[in-house]
């Protein structure tokens, strides 16, 4: 969700940008550079005798676009941007180097250079954004940044991102579609928006062994993940489409709102062992040989709907008192019981109207609308009710397709979008510091 509403802004404020720079550099590209420090909101250099003009500055006070025909840029001593600095489109760019700059304030920007292999800047700690996006040739990226508040990594060759050592907390972490990555390792302790790793190449290792909290964490595509110390995550929590056969954060013990593990079609092995409360849904579906769901023992009570379709013979929901919402479980294994389900929901414990559970021996299946004043009866006898049963998981299952959909579409919009589209004014999302140096 985060990802289309990034890639949404990115494209509006593309728009705009692409625009005005393109009108600058029709009218003269040097003179878009003024001779002071101070650049104004958008000043676009085209060749390293723009850059000349401001190389002697300590801070240089504007946006400054790199674009055009160069094949190696240099900003020499600047050591502070009090704005952005966008490198967009330099299609001859192989290598850029601005190893004083310590702080830009707003964004520091890498977009459609098709050659760059390597970009330098050796000793930034603080940056708003840092984004780099449509990267064909670059392979490594390390940083020293202590402080960022965004980053985003889209559509580069990178195999691996590991140099975030020294930075503890960011706001959002959102790499897509990045085919060749491999390895994704960080020392965040805190991510207070979003973590989203997604429609990278199908290998990627994930970890992320100092994390404690996060706001909300999407994954997809991912095979391997480490979260050896997260204890909370205070909205939604998902796994979808991931390559991982086992799946463990038994440290964690609050999701606080969704919860979703669905079509993680090697997933074997499910490990939540001190998970206690998920605030919101639990859907966990089609994960086609998931057989045995038996850690989520502790879990006491689950804010929304459960939903829960495959083929596993076990659903340990022992310690459950309490779902807000519906159930909707339908087991294709036809030793799954449903007794501990029409349990609870004959104590009155399963709060919304829909109850079902299936499974695969048709003569055991059983499910029922709870009707409002007879929830007393609602025992009800398989065959009776099987065709009201379908009918109710066919309309709860295209509620949570739907959502697996637009994450899917939202990334190939992103993709698309830092395909076609140039000149991204990332300042739009705020303001950040780091540390960048990335090479070949
Ligand atoms: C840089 O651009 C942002 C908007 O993208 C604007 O808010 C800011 O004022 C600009 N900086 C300067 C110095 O004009
Ligand atoms: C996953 O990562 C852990 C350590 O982080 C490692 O021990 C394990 O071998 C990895 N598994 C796979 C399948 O790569
Ligand atoms: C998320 O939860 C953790 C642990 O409960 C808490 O320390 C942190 O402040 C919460 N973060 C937000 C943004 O609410
Ligand atoms: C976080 O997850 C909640 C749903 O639990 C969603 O409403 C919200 O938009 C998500 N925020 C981000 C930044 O992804
Ligand atoms: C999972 O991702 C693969 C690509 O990595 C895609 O081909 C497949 O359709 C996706 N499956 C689902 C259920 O989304
Ligand atoms: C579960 O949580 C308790 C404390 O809340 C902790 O001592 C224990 O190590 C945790 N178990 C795992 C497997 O992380
Ligand atoms: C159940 O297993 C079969 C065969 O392994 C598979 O085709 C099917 O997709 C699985 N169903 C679910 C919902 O995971
Ligand atoms: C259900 O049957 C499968 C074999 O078809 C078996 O492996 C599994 O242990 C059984 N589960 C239960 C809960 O009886
Ligand atoms: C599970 O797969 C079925 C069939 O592909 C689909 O209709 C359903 O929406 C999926 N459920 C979830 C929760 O992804
Ligand atoms: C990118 O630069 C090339 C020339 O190097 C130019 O033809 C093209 O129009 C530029 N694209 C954008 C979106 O500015």
Redesign the pocket.
């Known amino acids: 969700m985060q990802l289309s509403k990034l890639s949404l802004a990115l494209l509006a404020a593309t728009a705009t940008a692409?625009d005005s720079?393109?009108a600058s550099a029709t009218s003269s590209s040097s003179a878009s550079i003024p001779s002071g420090c101070s650049i104004g909101a958008s000043a676009t250099a085209t060749a390293q005798s723009d850059l000349d003009k401001i190389s002697g500055c300590k801070t240089i006070v504007g946006n400054l676009t790199i674009?055009?025909?160069l094949g190696s840029a240099a900003l020499a001593s600047v050591e502070k941007i009090d704005g952005s600095l966008r490198l967009?489109?330099?299609?001859?760019l192989s290598t850029f180097a601005a190893d004083a700059i310590t702080e830009i304030t707003g964004a520091l920007e890498l977009q459609?250079l098709t050659v760059l292999t390597s970009a330098s800047f050796g000793s930034l700690e603080k940056v708003g954004t840092i984004s780099l996006i449509t990267l064909p040739a670059i392979s490594t990226f390390a940083t020293n940044l202590k402080s960022a508040n965004n980053i985003i990594i889209s559509d580069t060759s990178l195999e691996s991102i590991d140099g975030f050592s020294a930075l503890k907390s960011v706001d959002s972490f959102n790499i897509n579609n990045n085919k060749y990555l491999t390895s994704v390792k960080s020392d965040l302790a805190t991510v207070s928006n979003a973590l989203q790793l997604g429609f990278n190449g199908r290998d990627t290792a994930l970890s992320f062994d100092n994390l404690l909290w996060a706001n909300n964490i999407t994954l997809s595509s991912v095979a391997n993940v480490s979260f050896a110390k997260l204890q909370a995550v205070n909205q939604s929590l998902g796994f979808i489409n991931n390559s991982f056969t086992d799946l463990s954060v038994d440290t964690l013990q609050t999701v606080g709102q969704s919860f979703t593990i669905t079509s993680n079609d090697d997933l074997v092995e499910v490990s939540f062992a001190n998970l206690t409360s998920i605030g919101g849904g639990f859907v966990i579906a089609n994960n086609t040989n998931l057989q045995t769901i038996d850690t989520f023992s502790k879990v006491s009570t689950i804010g929304g709907a459960l939903n829960a379709v495959g083929n596993f013979s076990t659903l340990d929901l022992s310690s459950l008192k309490s779902v807000r919402g519906g159930a909707d479980v339908e087991s294709f294994a036809a030793n799954f019981s449903c007794d501990a389900l029409k349990k609870l929901q004959s104590k009155g414990a399963i709060q919304g109207d829909k109850f079902v559970c299936k499974n695969g021996a048709v003569s055991s299946s059983s499910s029922s609308i709870k009707s409002t004043s007879s929830a007393s009866g609602s025992k009800s006898s398989s065959s009776a009710t099987s065709s009201v049963g379908r009918g109710v998981s066919a309309s709860g299952s295209d509620s949570s397709s739907s959502s697996t959909a637009s994450i899917k579409s939202s990334s190939s919009k992103s993709k698309g979008a830092a395909a076609a589209?140039?000149?991204p004014q990332l300042s739009v999302f705020g303001l950040l510091t780091a540390v960048l140096s990335a090479m070949l």
Not at 88 to 92: E, H, I, L, V
Request: net charge negative.
């Open positions: 692409a720079s393109s674009s055009g025909v967009f489109n330099a299609t001859d459609s589209f140039v000149v």
